[in-house]
Nanobody, 119 residues
């Protein structure tokens, strides 16, 4: 059984910062790419940022220069540092990871963590 558990979501004022974490646990042999996605009310889920196993990163244009994705392979954890937050960043943020298990390479999702940016 594989599980991704996010943490760090909160209510924050515009201009503030938050750091999201997502830890993978369970039975797997390795982790490939990891990423963060978000879904705002009445909108489709969208990519925020991804990071490969080698550390290459990719960001949505809307978060470039404000968000930073990183990973700690020793802790099976991916992070999302969010600075200069805006009300339009309000959404449920989901962690995604490609994990190698005895069923091969598959992607998994966390349960989501709420980020609300409001004064």
């Amino acid at each position: 059984q594989v599980q991704l558990v996010e943490s760090g979501g909160a209510l924050v004022q515009p201009g503030g910062s938050l750091r999201l974490s997502c830890a993978a646990s369970g039975s797997f042999f390795g982790i490939g790419a990891m990423g963060w996605y978000r879904q705002a009310p009445r909108r489709q889920r969208e990519l925020v940022a991804t990071i490969t196993g080698g550390g290459s990163t990719n960001y949505a244009d809307s978060v470039k220069g404000r968000f930073t994705i990183s990973r700690d392979n020793t802790k099976n954890t991916v992070y999302l540092q969010m600075n200069s937050l805006k009300p339009e960043d309000t959404a449920v943020y989901y962690c995604n990871a490609f994990l190698y298990t005895n069923r091969g390479l598959n992607d998994y999702w966390g349960q989501g963590t709420q980020v609300t940016v409001s004064s």
